[in-house]
Each structure stands twice: as structure tokens, then as C-alpha cells.
């Protein structure tokens, strides 16, 4: 594994070695106190002292492979051990000795202390980042097609985040299902889940300022980038001119496979929300059933019964309690009040005339209005399909401008039509294909860059 090879050998021992929390807890205070504040190496004598501060405050139960003798002693043991294995070099800037971080080893920690603060990231930052480097790319794609990159590596850490925050609500689920008592599980509950998912990461999704308010304008952009060839061409140029190109590639080519991914990222994050919240409810369904049925968990008056005389009897030299006569029963617990008596009969349930209210003309047509913007404003793949053979009308390819839109349904299809080589999965990019001219049409209904739909060799025309 590369990593390995990039790695200094030794550089894992501390970490699993019996004292590991001890190195772990130790690199970690090193880096927050010394390293970190600092823009220059620190001097040997600072880390010494950095470590007999850690060793003053910590309090070593039960760890083990720890250094013997005085603090400073045990300081400079636990010095050589990290300088040993790699995770520190020591070197002289004139007559001082100054120690810095291992590059290899420093990228290791900082993942290490970003693990530690158990750092989450805002949604709303996360997209507007990526929206903002698609559209400071689209403006200026000769200057800043890094912009495009670093918005392709913001929505891939964007969905891991997701991915994490639905794992993590799952392990949370498992732990709260092992708890053995009502108290776990209500601990559990509100310290593991609310606490550490539900306030920080879940209920930024629940906000009225949704952050995925902005997904239509990323995946938007992104189509329209990919549709202009003329900006894929200079932003192509641009990465090969920096260097952002595999040798034998085509930049055009990696500029539209980068958007393509954000769009799909983007496209498949309602679906891991969907995940997170169906788990939400799962949890929140069982807490709701343990506070309903909490007396029955608890075990009732037997339970606290029990504990007292186990509380009576440990007062007790002998473990025996004297009881005074006048608490025995006298008579048998049996008489009148404990025969059962028959269950009375149900009243007969009044018969209640039922009228058949004719429907609401007004709701009526409203649900017909509604169902028929449904109709003409969705776009299916046989509705478009039907629409290009009619725009076609038997020939094998037609010009934008020369399309005629004499409606609404024919506008909302035809504004699909630049669509066609990722929409639906790419179905209908299989029997159509289309080019991309440098001109402008305009109609008076849209105005968008002109365009050929041309059908393919061999493809059977639909018979829609």
C-alpha cells in the first residue's frame, strides 16, 4: 500500500504499544500546545517542557511500558521514543535545537486531531462552496479553473459527511438497543444521539434554511457548463496549461467527467437524507415505546420490594430482621371483595344515519387543475421521446431554430431537450444524440444556445 511506503516505518509502535493512549493523548497535547500556535519549529527545550506539563496533569491508571525515574527523566524517554519512530526530527538552527514534525507523520496527526474535536461540517457552507466554484469557474475559466476542481473535491466530502452522519445514527441505534435498563437507554439516548447527531448534523437538514435549497442551482449549473462546449474547450485548455491533466488525456473530456460527478453526488443526496431520517424515526419509535411502557421495565412494587429488605437485612449483624406479631396476617387474604364479578354487558352501539355528501364542485376541479399541471409540466422519458420523433417528423436530424413551440407542453419539452445526454440514466441518449453550435436561437418563448438533435444509426423510431 502506498501509504506505507510514504510512512516511517516505526511510526505506529507508540500507538500500539499497552501505554497507546498514553502517545496518543501525549502527540496530540504536543501538537495543540506547541506546533500548532507556532509558525516556526519550536525549540527541544519547549517540547520537554510540553511533556512534563502533560505527565504533571495526567493521572496513569492502569497503563503500562511506561519510562521510570524523575519527571524530566520520564520526559526525555518519552521525547527519544517519538523522535525513535519517527514522529518528530530534531535538527540545529545555528546553536539551538529545534525539532519539527515529520511531513509525512504532520498530515497523520492533523487527520488525528480533526478525529479528536470530532469536527462537523456545516451543510449550508459545504454547498454554497461548491455552488460557488462552479459559477466563479463558469465566469472566468481561464483564470480560476481551479474553482471547478475544489468544487468537485467539496461535494465528494459533502456526501462521505452524509454517509458518516448515517452510519453514525445506526451504530447509535445498536447502542441504545443493548442498554439493559431504562436509564441506559435514556442516557444513551440523550448523550450519544441527540447530543452528538441530532443538534449538530440532523437538525441542520430539519431548518427552514435548508442547505439543499441550493442542489437545483448546483445541478443546474452544472448541466449548463456541460452543455457549452466552447467553456469545456478553455477550461480544458486551462487545466492542461496547469497541469491538471493525466499525460495522454483530454482535458475537455476530465472537465466533463468533474461535473458530471457533481451532479450525480447532488442527485443521490435525497436519498441518503431519505436514510437519515427513516433511522431518526426508528429511534425516536422506540424511545417513544420504552416511556410508554417504562413501569413495566422498571419491574414494578417487586423489584423495590426486594431491594429494601436486601437494604433491611445488610443493617443486620445476623442478616436476620426481628417482625412483630401484630404485622401477620390473622386471616386469610380470601373474601368477598377478591371473588370477580361478571362482566357487565356492552350497551348496544346507536344506530347512527350515514349521509352521502355530494362532493364540493370548487375541490373538484381544484384536483383536476392540479392533475393536469402535473401532466403537462412532468416530462417523461416516452413523453420527450414522442416529442422528438414529432419534432423529427421522419427526418434524421432537426436545427433548434427551427423547432416552432405553439404551447406550453411543447416549451417545457423542448427546454428538456439539452438534457439528452444525462437525463433519465441516459436512456434516450441511445437512440438520440446531440451537438452543441456556437449560435443562438430564440423563440418567444426561450432564448438558449442553438443546437442539432440528430437520430442515431440504427435507431428504430418510437412509435409514440
Known sequence: MPLFDVLPPDLFKPLAAPAKRLYSDLLLHIFHETFEPSAEAPRRADILRAIEAFLAAR????????????????????????????????????????????????????????????????????????????????AHPDERSEALRNALRGAEDFMGHMRTVAVSLRQAEERILRQPSLRAIFRQFFGDFVERHLIRDFKTLQTVDNP??????????????????????????AYGREGRVAPGRDGEEEIREELSRIVHVFEAAER????????????????????????????????????ALRLVAARTEEGEVAVAPVLLPRILPLGPPHVPAPRRDKPPVAAVPLR??????????????????????????????????????????VRARDVTLSSVDDFVAFQRLRELPSIFGGLLSKRYEIEFLEDRCANRWIACQDFVIRRRPGAQVDAA
Not at 439543499?212 to 485548455?237: D, K, W
Not at 383536476?368 to 414529432?390: G, Q
Open 59 to 138: 493521572e496513569f491508571e492502569g497503563e503500562e511500558d511506561l519510562p521510570a525515574g524523575k519527571p524530566e527523566e520520564r520526559a526525555r524517554a518519552l521525547y527519544d521514543r517519538l523522535v525513535e519512530t519517527g514522529w518528530m526530527v530534531e535538527h540545529r538552527d545555528r546553536y539551538l535545537r529545534v525539532v519539527d514534525l515529520d511531513p509525512e507523520a504532520a498530515g497523520l496527526l492533523h487527520l488525528l486531531s480533526r478525529i479528536e474535536r470530532g469536527e462537523t461540517r456545516s451543510y449550508g457552507g459545504a454547498v454554497l462552496e461548491v455552488l460557488s466554484g462552479l459559477e466563479g469557474a463558469a
Open 212 to 237: 439543499f435549497r441550493f442542489r437545483t442551482a448546483i445541478i443546474r449549473q452544472a448541466t449548463e457548463m456541460i452543455e457549452n462546449r466552447a467553456l469545456l474547450s478553455t477550461l480544458g485548455v
Open 272 to 307: 441518503h437524507l431519505d436514510s437519515i431520517n427513516a433511522t431518526v424515526a426508528r429511534i425516536e419509535r422506540r424511545m417513544v415505546n420504552a416511556a410508554r411502557h417504562m413501569d413495566r421495565i422498571a419491574g414494578g412494587s417487586t423489584s423495590d420490594l426486594v431491594e
Open 356 to 397: 352521502d355528501l355530494p362532493p364540493d364542485p370548487a375541490a373538484v376541479l381544484y384536483a383536476r387543475a392540479k392533475d393536469e399541471y402535473v401532466r403537462r409540466t412532468r416530462v417523461t422519458a416516452p413523453v420527450l421521446s414522442a416529442y422528438v420523433e414529432r419534432v423529427l417528423a421522419g427526418r434524421s436530424e
